[in-house]
């Protein structure tokens, strides 16, 4: 018997020491099996001839080499275990963060007009929503007047004055306001709380506005 890339193989594949079919195909071994059938050789040896006190040292030392490997094994899939729970809760911890998708631009594909969600810090009482093309030119305005702090859903059409629809591509928004004491501010698309968390088949993803959003895909997390 010997240890072939971290496993134990013997010629005891499917006898016991008897010669006895046992049914079962034992031609990998683990340590309690080597152990058997080392102390099965030593009860089995010739008085006067016994074993090698070379080999059974060999021998013994193997298992003991087999049993560290199985036991760091062990070991190292019960800390994949930990670090993984540990991700899962720093995840959660995200929660009332802010995550910045940075993405701040829309897609138009096919015609089709396109719901989008804008977070607002504070509450709206006048301003506009500015939707610029791939060349910086306005194409679109969408006011945006006493609008409360929160998740607003929006839609935009894509079509101009004559009701044309615009080319499909990636066109940039644009928000400016007034807040309720008359300041003037602007507020960033792709930016949003994060209400809650949910693990698709391993994966985090968050929910920002009305949908979820892979971790893989958020830019930056802060307060």
Do not use: C
Not at 116 to 137: H, P, R, W
């Amino acid at each position: 018997m010997a240890i072939e890339n971290g496993q134990v193989t013997s010629a005891y594949n499917k006898t016991g020491s008897t010669g006895q079919n046992i049914g079962v195909d034992k031609s990998v071994l683990g340590k309690d099996d080597f152990l058997k059938l080392l102390l099965v050789e030593l009860q089995n040896q010739d008085p006067t001839s016994p074993q090698d006190t070379a080999k059974i040292l060999e021998q013994t030392s193997q298992l003991a080499t087999l049993e560290a490997s199985q036991n760091t094994n062990e070991a190292l899939t019960n800390l994949s275990g930990t670090i993984g729970n540990s991700a899962y809760y720093s995840t959660i911890g995200s929660i009332g963060k802010m995550a910045d998708t940075g993405t701040r631009t829309l897609t138009l594909k096919d015609g089709k007009s396109v719901d989008f969600d804008l977070y607002f810090a504070e509450n709206i009482k006048s301003g506009k929503i500015e939707i610029t093309n791939s060349q910086g030119v306005s194409v679109e305005t969408i006011n945006i007047d006493q609008y409360p702090k929160g998740i607003s859903k929006f839609n935009w059409d894509a079509k101009d004055q004559s009701g044309n629809i615009f080319e499909d591509g990636t066109y940039t928004v644009n928000i400016s306001y007034t807040n309720n004491n008359g300041e003037s501010k602007s507020a960033q698309f792709g930016i949003y709380p994060i209400e809650s968390v949910r693990f698709n088949n391993g994966t985090a993803e968050f929910k920002l506005g009305n949908s979820y959003v892979a971790l893989s895909n958020i830019k930056e997390i802060k307060n």
